[in-house]
């Protein structure tokens, strides 16, 4: 599958990859060089490969406080939430943005990798709910751009001239409805890189839109980045991937999104196990202590317990200099403790950290 910008990215010089079925762009001019634009002017993400369902219908909201962790009551109009969808076991069906567009109508965003998963998922509990919540699957209608850096309120606002002062104003995870280059779209402040930023979501016909950016945005230093860097950027900040930190066998418990799940809300799906498991691991941050990339499926080593736990997410961090990942260890392993990790065969040493986030934002 190819997202409407695909050719786009091929006259650019993309490195092309196939991802979850989707041939997408790898980088441009490097990963590095990517990563770090993005952390300290402004680059254009091509996320159409997420999925992207409009829920609708008097019991919407009931539908979606059903399906999440998290309290989507809590949600005035043009606001959104994260939250995982679990099963009934308490593992992760998906991770995923919930948008408030009004009280009738919401927009769900979910993994590219889940998203037949999740639609069926979600006619399956909303449609036992009521026969009056419409679920519709728009990701071929529309495209997702992702306009990420400490200077895309700035692009942002030279696109949207008269209503720049809009822009401003919104608050992180909340959304106005406007119009860019007089194409109507929704403009959300969200991302995936641990930068200020915002997606923007409009018709999947209008791609002249990506090259209208990248004009604008070249007195701002803008640079088109692609999955290498967004892997890079997302690890630095301490956010999940489904396949690699979360999966169906993974509770919200275990990883850094206890926040995320409110049991004091009525009934949701999951809801029973997550207040009775008992937690035999969690995940952490590390930092290798020599120079090797750690990489998901590597194991993790305790000195006299042997293999422990095992590397979910790690990369080279272009910010910080170092090496960094996520891991499962047992619930006893303390902060800044050593352990190993298993590296092609030999052990290497690596520091506990205390959070899985390793970069805050100025």
């Known amino acids: 599958m190819r997202t409407p910008f695909y050719d786009i990215h091929r006259s650019l010089g993309a490195k092309m990859v196939s991802f979850h079925g989707w041939e997408m762009p790898l980088q441009y001019t490097g990963i590095i060089d990517?990563?770090?634009?993005?952390?300290?002017n402004v680059s254009l993400f091509d996320v159409s490969h997420m999925g992207r369902f409009k829920v609708r219908g008097p019991n919407a909201l009931d539908c979606l406080q059903i399906l999440v962790t998290n309290d989507v009551a809590k949600l005035k109009d043009h606001q959104a939430i994260y939250s995982p969808m679990c099963y009934e076991n308490g593992g992760i069906v998906d991770d995923l943005i919930v948008y408030r567009i009004k009280k009738d109508e919401f927009l769900v965003v979910v993994n590219s990798s889940n998203r037949e998963k999740d639609l069926q998922w979600v006619l399956k509990h909303c449609s036992s709910l009521s026969s009056e919540t419409e679920i519709e699957d728009i990701s071929d209608k529309t495209v997702l751009l992702a306009v990420q850096g400490p200077l895309a309120q700035k692009l942002i606002e030279v696109t949207m001239g008269g209503e720049a002062n809009l822009i401003g104003g919104l608050k992180p995870f909340d959304l106005i409805i406007t119009s860019i280059f007089e194409v109507e779209c929704i403009v959300a402040r969200t991302g995936y890189t641990g930068e200020d930023g915002f997606e923007i979501f409009f018709d999947s016909s209008r791609t002249d839109v990506w090259n209208k950016l990248m004009d604008i945005g070249a007195k701002f230093n803008i640079k088109p980045a692609g999955l290498g860097a967004r892997?890079?950027?997302?690890?630095?900040?301490?956010?999940?991937?489904?396949?690699?930190?979360?999966?169906?066998?993974t509770t919200p418990l275990e990883v850094s999104l206890?926040?995320?799940?409110?049991?004091?809300?009525?009934?949701?799906?999951?809801?029973?196990?997550?207040?009775?498991?008992q937690l035999n691991r969690k995940l952490v941050g590390f930092e290798l202590l020599e120079k090797r990339i750690a990489r998901q499926g590597n194991e993790v080593l305790l000195k006299g317990d042997g293999k422990v736990g095992i590397v979910t997410s790690g990369t080279f961090s272009p910010t910080l200099k170092k090496s960094i990942g996520f891991c499962f260890v047992p619930m006893n392993v303390s902060t800044d403790q050593l352990i190993e990790i298993n590296i092609g065969g030999k052990p290497y040493e690596a520091r506990v950290k205390e959070s899985t986030r390793f970069y805050r934002r100025k």
Do not use: P
């Open 34 to 40: 990517e990563h770090i634009n993005t952390r300290t």
């Open 231 to 249: 892997d890079t950027l997302r690890i630095e900040a301490g956010l999940m991937l489904y396949g690699n930190d979360i999966d169906r066998n």
């Open 258 to 277: 206890k926040w995320t799940v409110k049991l004091e809300k009525h009934e949701f799906i999951g809801k029973k196990a997550l207040e009775t498991i």
